[in-house]
């Protein structure tokens, strides 16, 4: 069930007509509701791929349990938790994959197997969200064991968090020490809240509906065929467009996710903060994809030693948290190496600390532009279908053929106005702050409102055809 979807805006509706009445009720009643739409909202696409929602779930559900009574063994308890949750991602996500490349392997030495040919078909197709929605279940389990939180008995209350439905198939990745305490303090939403929810709400439709699906034709043409011209021109273009049609896809994805939360009287914390404005990768992966960037850290960067066992080991547990990172997205060396490309740039900053000499010889905005340069790099194996492909693009961006020699199509051209819009709109939302422009609450108000009444508008008569959140996919 996508967002923007008509099946989606009726079951919201339904959701909501009767949400505030139940959960004045009772607040168990509120979870058994919440976790009810939720599985409806993900079985939608495929009711089949519910029970492995609900299977992992309550091994978490009842590890968590069984950490807390029998100390002793919390242990081997989470353990358990782990190879649920790791053990369905790697079968579902990686099993084609790692065989395949242990075919390749063996092939070397003069072995052939055909393991790939053994895997069982229901696990050529990965259920949508599996990454997110592991991620976040192990996050209730290790908290847990570490002492953070407390765990849930009550089942439904576990699930209303688990499988939330605003964020449950592309996050935010929210923790349980969050959200649990939220779903017992659950009061009637402010006036205020719901305004809130609004304005995220309509902001989030207008950068997936309206950006997004217009750049996509842009960048899917090109990438369909990476041989059709050598012009540097139209390779940074179109590299350019995608990387603001993921930034506005994932961002605008996660507004309609906080914003339907906070109709909810929920909060969730921001997941995207300007990143294409910063001045070093690392305040980049500090503003792009907060919530996954630091579950990373949290769960991998830090348990690994993060910086205390001296400067090598800090390089080597950020470059194995990045390259983490990298195949999390994808089953791919494509992903590996973006990943691996983001540890290369954390290392140089770190080694070279040139982000803090531009800002010290005033050239933040130098800065900005070569971290920029980097991501753009990057992004090329996060998109490209195979490493060959990446190469050849990579190939034509940096011979800086200036040759103009490509056909100017209606997708081409209609992708170059929306991205124009997007990088005026990025600059104006960071640099313009309404709330400096308009001192007096109503005018404010009055503000607020036309802007939203603008952006649904534009959203209406100017969306792109309907694509699947890119996320989805992970």
Known sequence: MLFNSLVFLIFASLFFCFFWIVKKQKIQLAWIYITLFSFVFYGWWDWRYLFLLIGTGLIDYIAALLIEKHHKYRTHFLVVSLLGNLGTLFAFKYSRFIFG???????????????????????????VGISFY?????????????GYLKPTRNVFHFFAYLSLFPQLVAGPIVRAS?????????????ETERWHGIKLIAFGFFKKVVLADNLAPMVNTAFADVNQTQSSIYWWLTILGFAFQIYCDFSGYTDIARGLAKMMGFHFKMNFNHPYLSSSIKQFWQNWHISLSTWFRDYVYIPLGGSR???F??????????????????????????????????????ILKWPKIMRQLHLKWLATFLVMFQVLLAWVFFRAQTFADALTILKNMLSFNTSTEFKITSDLRNGFYFMIVALLIEYLFYRIKMRNLFKNPIRLKFAETFLIAFLIAVTIFLRGKGHEFIYFQF
């Open 101 to 127: 490349q242990l075919e390749l392997l063996l092939q070397v030495v003069g072995i052939q197997v055909s393991l790939t040919q053994n895997i069982p078909d229901f696990l050529y197709i990965l259920p």
């Open 134 to 146: 592991t991620f976040q279940s192990m996050s209730y389990t290790i908290d847990v064991y570490k």
């Open 178 to 190: 969050t959200l649990i305490p939220q779903l017992v303090r659950m009061k009637p939403t402010t």
């Open 309 to 311: 066992k001296g400067k």
């Open 313 to 350: 080991r800090s390089h080597l547990n950020m470059w194995i948290t990045m390259v983490v990172s990298g195949f999390w997205h994808g089953a791919s060396w494509n992903f590996i190496i973006w990943g691996w490309l983001h540890a290369f740039y954390l290392s140089i900053e770190r």
